[in-house]
Each structure stands twice: as C-alpha cells, then as structure tokens.
C-alpha cells in the first residue's frame, strides 16, 4: 500500500496527463559468469517495492503496469524463484503485468499523448526504452521524485532505525574486541558477521583504518596491522531493506587515548555535538559546517598546529554532513535557487566532522599520524532532532569505559 500511496502522491505532483516511466537497476557481472549481488534501483524500490532485476513500472493517475521477467522452470533451477506475470499484478497492486521481453511491443500501447517523466540511466533497457520513445519529449522524474525521498515517511525512518540498531552493536562489538596485533580485516570480519547474522548488508565497503590510515578518507584495504599506541577509524553501516546507516567512530586500539590523542580527539567532538545542536527545522542545512569548522578552526590553531590564517582544508577536507536514506549518499537538493535549503522534518543527514593530520616537519610530531572522525545519523524532527545513532558511546570516558569491560 505505502508503495501505492507514494506513486499517488508522485503524480499529483506532475502534470495531469503524466506517465512516470522507472526501471530498476541492471545486473553487473564481476568476473566470468559471477555477477555482483543485485541490488535493486532506489528509486524504482521506492515506488514499486520490487526487487527482481530486469524490472520497469509504467504508471500514470489511471494506469499501472509493470513489466518484468516471466517465471521460467530452467532459471529458477539456477538463479531462484521469479514472481512471474500471473501473480504480479496481485503482489505489486499493478493493473497489467508484461514480460520484460514485450517491451517494445507493448510500451507503445501503453503511452499516447501522455507528458513522458523518464530519466536513462547508462544501460541497455534504458537506451531501448529512449529510442523506443524517441518521439516523445521526456521530462524528468528526479526533481520531483527526489524531493519527495528526502522526507521519510514512518516505515523509512523505523527501517533505517533498524539498520542504525544493527550497526550500532556491530561497533559496540568492535571497541570491545578490539586490541595491539589485531589486522584490520579480523575488525571488519566483526561487522561482515554482525550484518549477516541479522540478515543485513553492508550499505558500503566499510573502513577500518588504523593509525595513519585513517587519513586516507576512502581506505577500504583493511589489510594492515593495528599498532598498540595508534587509533583505529571505522566507519561502517548496515544497510536493512534498502535503507543505509552510515556511523564513524574513532578509538585507541589499546583502549586508551594518549595526551595528543584526546585533544584531537576532543576538538572533533565538539564541532560534532555542536553541529549536531543546531540542527532543527527552518535553519540553513549549511549550519552545521560551519560551525563544526568553527571550532575545528580554533582547536587546531589552539595547538599550534593550524597557523592563525592557515588553510584548513589541509586538516579538514569534507562536508559535514549528507542525506541518508534508501541511498548513503541520498537524494535531494542542498540548494535552492543557489542558496542553501533550510532543514524540514523528516530529513535524515550525517553529522560527520573530521580532523587528519598526516606527517608534516612542521607539526609537532605527536599529532602526526592521527586522524578522527566521529559520524552519526541524525533526524531533523518538528521540534528539533533525533540522533538515531545515539547509542553508540562517543565520550572519550564512555569510550574507554566500554573497552575495558
Ligand atoms: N561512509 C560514507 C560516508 O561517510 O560518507
Ligand atoms: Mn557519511
Ligand atoms: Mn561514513
């Protein structure tokens, strides 16, 4: 039903003659005849709630018609069971249910003098279906379409908090297991198992960074030793039902900060919890950054590390935050018209400050190699906003407290 709702509420939104054209994501091969896990399209899921690959809705105010791969006894041997055209109409609440296959045949049946919103993705069903529409002028859906995801409804938000719950034991594990010697890949084994036990995936490679590791943003060998002495940076999330958590935490892999550690560690902290506070409907989504950047600014030329007009991107090279949702990276506009957006309830950002000091002769070298970031997912609500990953220990004592349980 809410996948009904959503496409009424879609094309009230468009004009009157709309037809919505969304396929869902084509297959990927990953060597030889092993193909990537499927998964399905975002934006497809959230209309149709349909995960079978070579898939495609076509809808409009009085129409719904989905096309999709027949049953087939030999394939389902191999690949598995296929819903097939007899029972898709009563599963997906379509009125027609065609085999992918009579796509050219039928699409052209289906559409007259309709307004066409389709926006091609880089794929074969996609070219076929522009060339095959080549005589209509296209509009595009993800304006619109967009806007809509960027506010959850109830289901997104408690399936997302499902996701964050899964994550957030996944990093309790790690701070507690966590010790000198351990290779970065035995971590990340806590979070593939965790995942899995509770039928969840990773919502993208995760990092397990220690020491200087954690200065490269997007490390994701997870193949070296961790150091007695050194932090470890992990940023991993569970993805449940589609929907991505997305959750950094920093810690010391002894289960103790050193001196320069805590400082650090304490300035990213702050910027965090700082950014975090003000985030509440009708303030500007940029917020956040600048604040976080702030305080960031101060501690680090506080140290002595950051000269008073210094560049901070040298230290500090990312956003603050994004949209989360059925994508980590979600959809959704920053700016409207050129000018940051304000936040409305029912968004979901990641507050994600982050300070990375690699080697530098002219940095005190007890802060060289140290890199922090500190991620949670946050909430906007009507009165302000919700960490959803709040469970998760951040305070350096709560920390510490944890890993020596
Ligand atoms: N894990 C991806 C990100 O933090 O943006
Ligand atoms: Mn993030
Ligand atoms: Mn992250």
């Known amino acids: 039903m809410i996948h009904q709702k959503r496409r009424h509420a879609l094309l009230n939104q468009l004009d009157n003659n709309a037809v919505v ?56 041997i191999w690949d598995g069971k296929r819903l097939g055209i007899d029972d898709a109409p009563k599963i997906l609440k379509s009125n027609h249910a065609f085999p992918i296959d009579l796509l050219k045949q039928k699409l052209p049946q289906i559409i007259f003098n309709n307004q066409v919103y389709f926006d091609a993705k880089i794929c074969q069903l996609d070219n076929d279906i522009t060339h095959l529409l080549s005589n209509h002028q296209l509009k595009s859906l993800a304006p619109t379409l967009h806007e809509m995801r960027l506010i959850k409804d109830t289901l997104e938000i408690s399936t997302l908090q499902k996701a964050v719950n899964i994550s957030t034991k996944a990093h309790q594990l790690a701070m507690q297991a966590i010790q000198p010697n351990l290779f970065e890949f035995e971590v990340q084994s806590i979070f593939d ?59 010391p892999v002894s289960g103790q900060f050193s001196r320069a550690q805590k400082q650090i560690y304490q300035i990213v902290l702050d910027a965090q919890i700082n950014a975090i506070n003000a985030i509440k409907p009708g303030v500007k989504i940029n917020e956040p950054h600048k604040i976080a950047t702030k305080i960031i600014k101060q501690g680090l030329i506080n140290l002595g590390i950051l000269e008073i007009n210094g560049n901070l991107s ?65 909430l906007v609500t009507t009165s302000g906003n919700t960490v959803l990953t709040k469970s998760l220990a951040k305070e350096i004592n709560d920390i510490e407290s944890l890993m020596s349980q």
């Open 21 to 76: 054209i969304v396929s869902t994501n084509p297959e990927q091969n990953r060597s030889g005849d092993v193909n990537y896990p499927f998964r399905v399209h975002s934006d497809f899921y959230y209309l149709t709630g349909f995960q079978e690959p070579e898939s495609l809705a076509v809808f409009s105010k009085d129409n719904y018609t989905i096309f999709l791969r027949p049953k087939d006894k030999a394939r389902e």
């Open 193 to 251: 198992g965790h995942f899995s036990k509770n039928n969840a995936q990773h919502a993208y490679m995760p990092i397990v960074a220690g020491g200087k590791n954690a200065c490269v943003l997007h490390y994701i060998e997870n193949n070296k030793k961790l150091n007695k002495g050194d932090l470890v940076l992990i940023d991993a999330g569970a993805e449940v039902d589609c929907y991505a958590s997305d959750i950094t935490r920093t810690f």
């Open 314 to 378: 040298q230290f500090y090279m990312h956003g603050t935050g994004h949209w989360l949702g059925l994508d980590v990276h979600d959809v959704g506009q920053y700016k409207k018209n050129g000018n940051h957006r304000k936040f409305i309830a029912g968004m979901i950002t990641t507050v994600e400050p982050g300070i990375y000091i690699r080697k530098d002769g002219k940095i005190n070298p007890i802060y060289h190699n140290i890199g922090v970031r500190i991620e949670d997912d946050v």
